[in-house]
Each structure stands twice: as C-alpha cells, then as structure tokens.
C-alpha cells in the first residue's frame, strides 16, 4: 500500500532515520547515567554529548540544557522554576502555557495572531511586582512569528523575565537563545523528527530557577530522575539534524496558491504576518474541518484541523478565536504543516484530494450552508 503524504510536521514529526540508529545503540548500551562503573559512565557520556548537541542548535551553554519529558514539562517548568507570581503570556499560546498559568494577564494579538506590543507595554508598565512574561517564538496553528526581541527589550526595562515557546520554532528557524535574549526557551524533540518525550528547558543568562520536583540530582539538581538515555540521545541526532534548517516555503506556497485558485474564498490565517515556512492554516469555505480532515485520509493525506485536538475531538481554536476569526470561519481551518520528508509529490496528492473535497462539497455542505 501506498505510504501516505503526511502533512502533520506541527503534531509530531516522523523519526529521521539517523535518530533511530542513534536511539537502538544507546538503548543497547543501557546503564543509568549517575553510575560510577564504565556502563553508567558511557551513558553519561551520551547524555552529555547529546546536551552540546541541543546547545548548538539553540546557540546556549550545555549547562543551560535541562532535559524534561517535552515541550509540555518544560513550559511547566519555566512557569514554576521562574518564581514570578505574576504572568503575563499571550492570547495564543500553547496550552501548556495557558492552561499552566489560568492567572496570567493575557496580552492580546492583532488580526495576524501577532502579539500587541502596545498592549504588553501597557501592562509592564502597571504597577505590582516583577512580572514573567510568556511569548512563543512560533504559534504551532498559524506559524506566526512573534516579535520576541522587541518584547525582551519592553520586559528589561520593567525588570521583567521573558520565557518563550520555541517549541515549534526550533528547526525551522535559526533559534538563538541569546541573540533573543530570552531567560527561559522550550524546546521539543518530537517536532524536529526526534522521539516523542523528550525535550528541554534552556535557563540562561542566570536565570533564577526553583525545582519543585524532589528526587535525585539529576540535571543538576533542576530536573530530579534518570535520564531517560536513548530518547535524549535521539533528542541530540535530531537537533544535529535539524540545524541546516527546513527549505520548504516554496512547498508551501505552492500549494496556498494552488488551494486559492481551486477555492479564492479560501483564507491563509496569519498570512499577513511572518510565518513559518513550513505551515499553512487555510480554510475551505463551507466546509467542516472534520470533513475535511477524514476526506484527506481516506485519499492517504495526514493534516489536521486548525483547532487543537489533544484529546482526539476537534475543539474551538482559542488562536483563531483571539485573532478575532468569526467562529463558523475557523471551523472550516485545517492546518497542513511540512516537515524533512516532505516532497513535491505530497502536496500534488493534497491539492488533488482537497480540489475533490471542494467539487463534492460543493454539491452538498456548500449549498445547504447556502440555503440555511
Ligand atoms: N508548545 C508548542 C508551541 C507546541 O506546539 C507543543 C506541542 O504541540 C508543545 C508546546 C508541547 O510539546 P510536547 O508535545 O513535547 O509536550
């Protein structure tokens, strides 16, 4: 059969063939990291190179590489281990920021999904306590791309830490811890073709930084429990990987272009703004992201609906929803997002699988949200 195109880099990014064999050897070699004996020291060894490996891709110190379970822990981590007790994180983060922090002031977003500077300096600029301020480098829905050096320069002059989501980021633009002059930065390995649990946290700058986890000293003393060996060496071949970057923009646009002339009612949601290359948010006029997400299935296509489906149900995207998109609008968002595997062929087989979708629906869903 068939392999199909898949289109869902943002969700999880297919294992790269060098990460595996990386991966197989540590899971071979096995030890626990903190032995004294030459099994535990050679885990170790891996380990550590592997942290040069996530440091070289985010420009930062080994020692600022905290290895968590993924991007989820580690944005948990950021909001915990800062110690700020106010937050103020933008409408469109990730919902391990979000949900983690239900107190924080949120900073809106434009039209694009690009966050309101006037509106953060506004609330720096209210009186209280040092805040922390959450901003993602690249929204994982739409791929827009924040100003986040504009925002570490307003946080400074209000004695303000900055933690930003790279999650998404990472790989496909260059992300350069200090150049952003961030204090905190989440990374994962799962969107960069590594396995899934595992990612990190980069504390830098000195950074202050409280563990709430009690156990061992591991990560020194900022992440206590055994490494978990294999998933972050594979972590470190994917980072190594993942920095000659991800040249599909023109994927990308060709197939926006082919989809718009297919549907011109069709919108790109955040296309106004710099996005990342690889990610289209675009709608079908009248017809359900569902549809749409099983319609491309059944033809061997992988996207999925522009709202966050964590739980496996298509919910209200709360990115769309703060960029002001009409909610019957960002019902009809699938997110298509590319990744290293990704060829010309993929996007031929979406455009014709979308282009039938759009014929077939035009007799049915479009005419009845016509008459209703
Ligand atoms: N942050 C962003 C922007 C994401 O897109 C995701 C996952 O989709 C996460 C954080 C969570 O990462 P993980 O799946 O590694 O927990």
């Known amino acids: 059969m068939r392999a199909p195109a898949y289109l869902d880099h943002n969700a999880t990014s297919p294992l790269r063939p060098a990460v595996l064999d990386a991966m197989v050897e540590a899971l071979c070699a096995g030890g626990n990291p903190s032995a004294v004996h030459g099994v535990g020291r050679k885990a170790r060894s891996l380990v550590d190179a592997a942290r040069r490996r996530v440091a070289e891709l ?26 700020r007790r106010r937050v103020l994180a933008s409408a469109v983060e990730h919902d391990s920021v979000g949900k983690a922090s239900p107190e924080a002031e949120i900073i809106r977003v434009d039209g694009e999904g690009v966050v309101d500077l006037e509106a953060l300096e506004r609330l720096l600029l209210q009186p209280g306590e040092p805040a922390l301020v959450c901003v993602m480098l690249a929204n994982n829905e739409t791929g827009v791309v924040q ?6 320069r307003l946080a400074r002059r209000a004695g ?13 633009l260059g992300v350069d811890v200090h150049g952003l002059g961030v204090d905190y930065l989440s ?5 960069l073709g590594g396995p899934t649990g595992v990612g990190a946290l980069v504390v830098c700058n000195g950074a202050p930084f409280v563990s709430d986890r009690r156990g061992g000293g591991q990560e020194a003393n900022r992440r206590a429990g055994t490494e978990n060996v294999a998933g ?21 646009d060709r197939l926006e ?9 069709a919108r790109v949601f955040g296309g106004g703004a710099r996005r990342l290359g690889n990610t289209s948010c675009i ?13 491309l299935d059944l033809a061997g296509v992988c996207v999925s609906a522009g709202a966050a489906c964590s739980s496996g149900k298509v919910q209200r995207s709360a990115v769309l929803d703060a960029m002001g ?23 031929d087989r979406l455009i014709a699988a979308w282009r039938d979708l759009y014929i077939r629906a035009g007799k049915s869903d479009i005419d009845d949200a016509r008459a209703a």
Not at 147 to 152: K, N
């Open 58 to 83: 985010a420009f930062c110190l080994p020692g600022d590489v905290v290895f968590t379970s993924g991007g989820t822990e580690a944005n948990n981590l950021a909001l915990r281990g800062a110690g």
């Open 147 to 152: 100003p986040v050096g504009e925002v570490v």
């Open 160 to 172: 303000a830490l900055v933690h930003c989501d790279a999650v998404q980021a990472a790989g496909k």
């Open 187 to 191: 990374l994962s390995a799962h969107k």
């Open 232 to 252: 972050i060496v594979g972590f470190g071949a994917a980072a190594t990987a993942a920095r000659s970057g991800l040249p599909v923009a023109p994927l990308r």
């Open 257 to 265: 272009a082919a989809l718009r002339s297919i549907a011109p009612g």
């Open 283 to 295: 709608s079908m006029p009248g017809v359900k992201a569902e549809t749409q997400v099983m319609a």
């Open 325 to 347: 998109i009409e909610p019957a609008e960002a019902a009809t968002a699938i997110r298509v997002s590319l990744g290293w595997n990704s060829e010309s062929g993929d996007i």
